[in-house]
């Protein structure tokens, strides 16, 4: 459910990204409108 909540809100705000976990580390990387990622 919350997969598809955020891929909802993602399409209808014109958010992409990718999240990684690499040993121990999280990184998440979001690209779109300043806007619309700031409010991320």
């Given at each position: 459910m919350?997969?598809?909540q955020?891929r909802?809100?993602?399409?209808?705000?014109?958010?992409?990204?990718?999240?990684l976990?690499v040993r121990?580390s999280?990184?998440?990387?979001l690209?779109g409108?300043k806007?619309a990622?700031?409010?991320?």
């Open positions: 919350l997969l598809q955020s909802h809100a993602n399409v209808r705000t014109g958010v992409a990204g990718v999240l976990y121990g999280i990184v998440q990387v690209e409108e806007v990622v700031d409010a991320h």
